[in-house]
């Protein structure tokens, strides 16, 4: 019971960081590297929080919201990481690589959500012709939506996380998965060093 | 009027839609403007509608745009209003020239500038468990949390100090196609903050193959040395053929765990760690 709460308080927690990301604020606190050790505090295993969050921060580097571009989230990545595994009940090691998928699988879902409000834009010109100008209504509903998606989706993800737990044989896969993830370090660095490393080099 | 437009800035990017962008913040940004400077409902309701047409920028420099589009727009209410026809082009040539620098500033430098603040913090406070994973050093929780959120302080100075400086240099010169371009030396910054990032970058590589040499310094056998030295070395050649294949690092990823999952859980290779 108190479990299932966690994991509905930590999911709704990842919502409101979540639109810091695009919706409001944007200080950054939507990243993985804060959300992880967050959740990770929250559910009682800070260190591995902290651990896949920054991890998975080193890899989505790699991605940049430039134009209309929808990145891969790295709060659902963070936040379904660190729930699968104190939730779930999986090793880190798979977790990590759960919730790299779940950030990359939240792209879709986000652009869908940006496709539907397109819609809006008649409605809230006649709404603003008729003489009512508020539009803080149209505002915090996106950002309702935005919430609401990302909570459900982060539930998801445990649900599913907490399944695969009880997947017999999986096991024989963690020696596998663990040396692939000591391994996710240098990957992530190599990421962080040659973005760098190429703005130099053009410069040059 | 601009402390409204200042905290109705960080929703810009509220109800961003694929149709019309951040129009819908935007113009919810310069309400507290337009109130101002048009009494009259009517016009009022014109120039909102004005301002919910297309716009997208780079979310912290759209300041220099809602500066100058409050300035043009107090210009155009106390002259004629003919001036109002140069306001969808100095937008729009505005909101690429800043989405083009703030770009280069935010998201390519400043953001992952973040990742190694906190990573520098923790090896400071030593803590290097985030490079080896099987390795659980006992570390505080004052510590995990400083790393980032030192890092975020950093970024958000920046952000919160452009978003307001943007609004008032683009209200001093409203109007102008290339207000407020001229208000700080972009070249220089980004250069500095390209310099910056790269050698807190080779900082952290040395650091972590120092850590990686150091625990594996009672290694009696070289060839288990170069092997755990040569694999995170693979690991970074394995990223930039990633690269220039044109895949995302999810291939390198994805390529290392099926690898390692054929070699060690199905061929039942005897797994290692890359410390002792």
Redesign the interface.
């Known amino acids: 019971m108190i479990a299932a709460l966690k994991v509905i308080i930590s999911a709704a927690l990842s919502g409101l960081l979540g639109l810091d990301s695009?919706?409001?604020?944007?200080?950054?606190?939507s990243?993985p590297?804060?959300v992880g050790?967050?959740l990770g505090?929250l559910n009682g295993c800070?260190?591995e929080g902290?651990?896949l969050?920054?991890?998975l921060?080193?890899?989505y580097?790699?991605?940049?919201?430039?134009?209309?571009v929808v990145p891969p989230s790295g709060t659902a990545a963070a936040a379904a990481g660190v729930l699968a595994h104190s939730a779930g009940g999986l090793p880190?090691?798979l977790a990590f690589?759960l919730g790299?998928a779940a950030g990359?699988a939240f792209a879709p879902i986000e652009y869908r959500l940006?496709?539907a409000?397109?819609s809006?834009?008649s409605v809230?010109?006649e709404q603003?012709?008729n003489?009512d100008?508020s539009?803080?209504r149209?505002?915090a509903k996106?950002?309702l939506f935005e919430n609401a998606a990302m909570a459900a989706y982060i539930i998801c993800w445990t649900a599913l996380a907490a399944g695969l737990a009880w997947l017999p044989g999986l096991s024989?896969?963690?020696?596998?998965?663990?040396?692939?993830?000591?391994?996710?370090?240098?990957?992530g660095?190599?990421?962080?060093?040659?973005?760098?490393?190429t703005?130099?080099y053009k410069?040059a | 009027m601009f402390l409204r437009m200042f905290f109705r800035s960080f929703f810009i990017q509220a109800g961003w839609n694929y149709e019309r962008f951040q129009n819908l913040g935007f113009a919810f940004s310069m309400q507290p403007a337009l109130e101002k400077i048009y009494p009259d409902r009517e016009k009022l309701k014109a120039a909102l509608l004005r301002h919910l047409q297309l716009f997208n920028t780079q979310p912290y420099m759209a300041s220099f745009v809602l500066g100058n589009m409050a300035g043009l727009e107090e210009r155009a209410a106390a002259g004629p209003e003919a001036r109002l026809k140069s306001l969808p082009g100095v937008k729009q040539a505005l909101a690429s020239s800043y989405a083009s620098i703030g770009d280069r500033i935010f998201w390519g430098r400043l953001k992952p500038m973040t990742t190694q603040i906190c990573l520098l913090v923790w090896a400071a406070g030593g803590f290097y468990g985030w490079l080896f994973t099987g390795l659980d050093t006992p570390v505080s929780m004052p510590l995990l949390l400083a790393g980032p959120l030192l890092g975020i302080a950093f970024y958000s100075a920046f952000a919160v100090y452009w978003r307001w400086r943007g609004l008032k240099a683009g209200y001093a010169c409203g109007g102008e196609a290339s207000c407020g371009l001229d208000c700080a030396d972009w070249p220089r910054l980004t250069r500095v903050l390209s310099t910056a990032g790269f050698l807190m970058s080779v900082a952290i590589v040395l650091l972590a193959f120092g850590m990686l040499a150091a625990l594996n310094g009672g290694s009696e056998r070289s060839l288990d040395l170069a092997l755990k030295i040569g694999l995170p070395l693979g690991v970074l050649a394995l990223h930039r053929a990633a690269r220039a294949l044109g895949r995302s690092v999810f291939f390198a990823a994805g390529l290392l765990l099926a690898v390692s999952v054929l070699a060690f859980g199905i061929f039942k290779l005897q797994p290692f760690k890359l410390y002792l």
Do not use: C, H, T
């Open positions: 695009v919706q409001a604020g944007q200080f950054l606190l990243r590297a804060f050790p967050v505090w800070p260190l902290a651990r969050g920054i991890l921060e080193l890899l580097i790699d991605f940049i919201p430039l134009g209309g880190p090691s690589f790299l990359r940006r496709a409000r397109s809006w834009n809230i010109e603003v012709k003489g100008l539009l803080r149209w505002l996106a950002m024989r896969l963690y020696p596998g998965m663990d040396f692939a993830y000591s391994l996710m370090p240098w990957l660095l190599s990421g962080l060093y040659f973005r760098f490393r703005q130099i410069k």
